[in-house]
């Protein structure tokens, strides 16, 4: 006998596109049976088992299939063929507020939910009390559930879903909206879950996935693009969904038009470096540049020997030049900062009207995969007391894309060499 709570086989979903409403009539009542419609496969051919005890994981880009995948699972959509088997009691939390009746109050939702769920109404009031603790939203539980905040919705939701103890647990993203505490309560339950029971669930938050999943099934087009264990597939994607080869193109060169010209390149969806200054000096171009390839680099590995390659035009004399260099990560923490006075480099003094040419060499620390920006600064005088020639934020975005297996909690390390030539 199989341990297997779901079983998928050969699981598909086709929906019909037409070009106008018109043309569904005409397919309906032409007589030569004319199509008008092209196929669109949700998702194709996708096949997969969940075992009793497993938490699976389901990423992709927008419109890989995934929402699409979950529903069909939990019953609110047929499939265009193939099969689905469930067994056990399942649990669905889906889009925010679907099964909710917005004039109903909460406490009429949850018997409604109940219902819907395929429960009867004893069953539903023995689960109450519980319910209601979890989702702690004090008298509001008697208010009409379309004065609730998306936060509220949330936590009743999630509360009916995991208080009627399912064997089988869906989540597609609707965490993301609890704060902070509740999303930690949440999880929880669904390591109480894990113990007995199996969760099948989508998020974007890969830490999330990393620590809850057995495995991953990355969907791609409707299809399953690659399945495994969170530390073969995990970083992979993050790269995969960072790199875009235009994109690149455009953020690992700078110039300095990129700020003063007042022509926009719509279709990379770019926005422009920030800089601020006094006006005596500024970068006219950064790059980032391999050092083995003397190729402008568009991903980077920790432990890659890297140049950023820069020229400046200074406009007024600068006595005592001090160059900084600030990498951040995508939420923008500051990940490393180093400038020419931490690493003790003595620069001469930068003449008026003078183009300089300078290479920043580095070993490239070892981060975690993913989007990275890099703010560049030129100022003058000593480091406790200088002006500010010009700092440019966002002046490079980084895709890192670390090679090594997936590792819990692993931190940043600094770069192991750093130095800094004046090109000819």
């Not at 539903?124 to 319910?131: A, D, L, Q, Y």
């Not at 300078?358 to 030129?378: T, W």
């Amino acid at each position: 006998m199989s341990d297997a709570l779901i079983q998928i086989r050969n699981l598909s979903k086709i929906y019909k596109l037409y070009q106008t409403p018109m043309d569904r009539v005409k397919e309906v009542i032409s007589p030569t049976k004319k199509k008008y419609h092209k196929k669109f496969f949700a998702l194709d051919n996708v096949s997969f088992e969940v075992k009793r005890g497993e938490t699976v994981g389901i990423i992709g880009k927008n419109g890989s299939g995934k929402s699409t995948l979950l529903k069909m699972v939990a019953g609110v959509l047929t499939p265009s063929s193939g099969s689905i088997d469930v067994e056990g009691k399942l649990s669905a939390l889906l889009e925010l507020g679907a099964g909710f009746n917005g004039d109903l109050s909460g406490m009429e939702n949850i018997y409604l939910n109940g219902t819907l769920l395929g429960y009867s109404r004893e069953y539903v009031e023995k689960s109450i009390p519980s319910i209601l603790d979890f989702a702690d939203i004090g008298d509001f539980i008697h208010q009409p559930v379309k004065t609730y905040s998306s936060g509220m919705f949330v936590r009743l939701a999630f509360a009916i879903a995991i208080n009627i103890n399912p064997e089988i647990l869906i989540v597609d993203e609707a965490l993301s909206v609890g704060d902070m505490r509740f999303q930690q309560k949440c999880y929880r339950k669904i390591r109480e879950i894990k113990k007995t029971g199996t969760v099948l669930f989508v998020s974007h938050d890969t830490g999330v996935l990393a620590s809850f999943c057995d495995r991953i099934i990355w969907l791609d087009g409707g299809r399953i693009f690659k399945e495994g264990r969170p530390d073969k597939i995990l970083d992979e994607y993050q790269a995969f969904m960072s790199y875009d080869v235009k994109e690149m193109e455009a953020v690992t060169v700078y110039k300095s038009s990129d700020i003063d010209s007042e022509e926009v390149e719509e279709d990379m969806g770019q926005s422009r470096p920030q800089a601020f200054g006094n006006g005596d000096g500024f970068f006219e171009t950064v790059r980032l540049i391999n050092q083995e390839t003397e190729k402008k680099s568009s991903i980077v590995a920790g432990g890659d020997p890297i140049y950023i390659d820069f020229t400046l035009k200074i406009i007024r004399h600068i006595d005592m030049p001090i160059l900084g260099f600030t990498l951040k990560d995508p939420l923008g923490n500051t990940v490393i900062v180093t400038n020419t006075h931490f690493e003790k480099i003595q620069l001469e003094p930068l003449v008026a009207n003078q183009r300089y040419h300078y290479r920043f060499a580095l070993e490239f620390p070892y981060l975690r995969s993913g989007k990275y920006s890099l703010d560049i600064a030129l100022a003058n005088g000593t480091y406790q007391a200088h002006e500010q020639i010009q700092w440019i934020n966002d002046v490079l975005i980084i895709v890192v894309r670390d090679p090594r297996p997936y590792q819990e909690g692993r931190g940043y390390l600094v770069p192991t060499e750093i130095t800094l030539e004046k090109v000819n």
